[in-house]
């Protein structure tokens, strides 16, 4: 059996908790293997090696073996160039941990789904606007999951006008509407917005307001009805900062 | 064969213990039954006296059986000072270090929005009121420096700065007595990132 072992595999962990004694459940998301579970055995001894590496939003490089539900952590190194998160971008880490662990089946390889989270936490670290950063992922996200919205023809297979309004919904082509309302289940964007979306451009202002007003309709029909804790947690402290 | 229902009822209790299976549980029973009766009874008893006297200090939320505990009933300590932790555990270990003679507030748990424990699972109104007494003037937050201790932090700092207090946290970086070729590089590379000027 050898491919039961897996080495030199370059990852990020999205969450731990503790398991039994000493060791502790780590999910993770690797470049080649997806998302999956591993088993960290003796890592919450008080001097384990592994306290300082299986940290969130580290690049690391790991070695597994095992196949299954549970597979076991073999050494983790660290690959660095990312300081500890903190304060607001640590919030935002959460959200994006969140969206990965809640719509990325478990193993399902996706290595384009890797290289998006890993651009996101490098941009957080590069103090990139977090309202580009996170619009950014969350329209490439869609576009990975085979949710992609359509962003260049409306429902009657027209070209988008920029100075036009558009009604979005959920798995539908954008429809021409002549109001600035929109009903349940629908987001009222400018068909500038729209055509910006479609070359991932997200300079105007305007472009990421209403960005993240169609982006959360749509991430929200994929989630269910449970919300988001960091979204919550994010709330509470806009709230604070008014 | 089916175990009488005492038996099942002692085995199905145990299983409330973190890490405690089926399996651990009825090993556990046994032992209590078979080999330690007397360890069963002084179990027993300590159970139900903790369960009746112990409840939590009016200040600092720690476990006490006076409505406030030995620390905040303590006039020598010094009470302009607040320190923040999330467990018991860590007010004791902090007490061990002897380098603090002011007083704690204990949350009794942390933020982990990736469990879904979010801001109103915690008791955080009661520190705001707590830290808003107009005696405490410096807050120092001592949760972990895991991420969902760091996240908590961050929400403690921008709760109580909205109140004009002053927020601080405990330093992080190289252990004492640390050898550079010895340490994890997560550490090593976190105290590079917030090194300090030596005056």
């Avoid at chain 1, 670290?125 to 260049?152: C, I, N, Q, S």
């Avoid at chain 2, 890490?19 to 556990?28: D, E, I, L, Y």
């Amino acid at each position: 059996m050898q491919q039961s072992r897996v080495d030199r595999q370059p990852a990020y962990v999205l969450h731990t908790q503790p398991y039994r004694e000493t060791s502790l459940l780590v999910e993770v998301l690797t470049r080649d293997y997806g998302r999956f579970t591993l088993v960290a055995r003796g890592a919450r001894r008080p001097r384990s090696d592994l306290r300082g590496l299986l940290l969130p939003f580290q690049p690391l490089q790991l070695a597994w073996f095992g196949k299954g539900e549970l597979r076991t952590l073999h050494t983790a190194d660290w690959r660095g160039g990312v300081p500890q998160f903190a304060g607001a971008r640590l919030v935002t880490g959460f959200y994006l941990n969140e969206l990965v662990l809640r719509l990325a089946a478990r193993d399902d390889p996706s290595p384009a789904l890797f290289k998006l989270y890993d651009r996101a936490v490098r941009s957080l670290v590069d103090h990139a606007l977090t309202a580009t950063v996170l619009r950014r992922f969350e329209l490439a996200l869609l576009e990975e999951l085979g949710y992609a919205p359509a962003l260049t023809q409306d429902h009657l297979a027209q070209a988008i006008a920029p100075q036009a309004r558009y009604l979005c919904r959920f798995g539908a082509a954008p429809e021409l509407t002549d109001g600035e309302q929109a009903p349940r289940g629908a987001a009222n964007v400018s068909g500038a917005t729209l055509v910006a979306l479609a070359a991932a451009d997200f300079e105007q202002p305007q472009t990421r307001r209403e960005a993240r007003l169609l982006l959360r309709l749509l991430l929200d029909e994929l989630l269910g009805p449970e919300p988001l804790a960091s979204r919550e947690l994010l709330t509470t402290l806009y709230a604070l900062s008014d | 064969m089916k175990n009488p229902p005492s038996l099942d009822q002692l085995i199905a209790a145990l299983k409330v213990l973190p890490g405690v299976g089926p399996k651990s549980a009825q090993r556990m029973a046994f032992h209590l039954l078979q080999r330690d009766k007397a360890g069963a009874d002084k179990l027993a008893r300590a159970l139900d006296r903790a369960l009746l006297n112990l409840r939590h200090c009016e200040r600092c939320h720690t476990f006490s059986e006076t409505p406030l505990c030995n620390v905040c009933a303590d006039d020598k300590r010094r009470q302009e000072v607040l320190c923040v932790v999330e467990m018991p555990a860590d007010l004791l270990m902090l007490e061990q270090t002897r380098c603090y003679d002011g007083l704690y507030f204990v949350l009794m748990g942390r933020l982990s929005p990736m469990d879904g424990v979010g801001p109103k699972d915690i008791d955080l109104e009661r520190l705001i009121a707590r830290a808003c007494d107009g005696v405490v003037a410096e807050v120092i937050v001592a949760t972990n420096f895991t991420a969902e201790g760091e996240v908590t932090a961050h929400l403690i700092a921008e709760m109580l700065k909205a109140q004009g207090l002053k927020v601080t946290r405990i330093a992080r970086g190289m252990p004492v007595g640390g050898e550079l070729e010895y340490v994890d590089p997560g550490t090593l590379a976190q105290a590079m990132y917030e090194r300090r000027t030596l005056s």
